[in-house]
Nanobody, 117 residues
Framework: VQLVESGGGVVQPGGSLRLSCAAS????????MNWVRQAPGKGPEWVSHINTGGSSTYYADSVKGRFTISRDNAKNTLYLQMNSLKPEDSALYYCARGSDPFIDSYWGQGTQVTVSL
């Protein structure tokens, strides 16, 4: 199992970023997927979840209305479109396989998002 995140960077408040997670080593279309983030000195925070076909999505209240999760099963890739970014969105963002990212899951190495003037 391999999950490789990309697309992070430094952006000003109000800006946008699109994260990608390339999956390999398993049948991507068979698994729900998640985005999880961790800010320095804090525990991991679940951000968003998508079902296998992409028809059902869920978001943490802190990002609802600003972030959009999606997937392309033909490309084995998970996405997170992040708009109206705030400084409190700064964190290391991970994609995680499975129904529950904190139980029996695989995580990538993460991609850093920094929102700052």
């Amino acid at each position: 199992v391999q999950l490789v995140e990309s697309g992070g960077g430094v952006v000003q408040p109000g800006g946008s970023l699109r994260l990608s997670c390339a999956a390999s080593g398993f049948t991507f279309s068979n698994y729900d997927m998640n985005w999880v983030r961790q800010a320095p000195g804090k525990g991991p925070e679940w951000v968003s979840h998508i079902n296998t076909g992409g028809s059902s999505t869920y978001y943490a209240d802190s990002v609802k209305g600003r972030f959009t999760i999606s997937r392309d099963n033909a490309k084995n890739t998970l996405y997170l479109q992040m708009n109206s970014l705030k400084p409190e969105d700064s964190a290391l963002y991970y994609c995680a396989r499975g129904s529950d990212p904190f139980i029996d899951s695989y995580w990538g190495q993460g991609t850093q998002v920094t929102v700052s003037l």
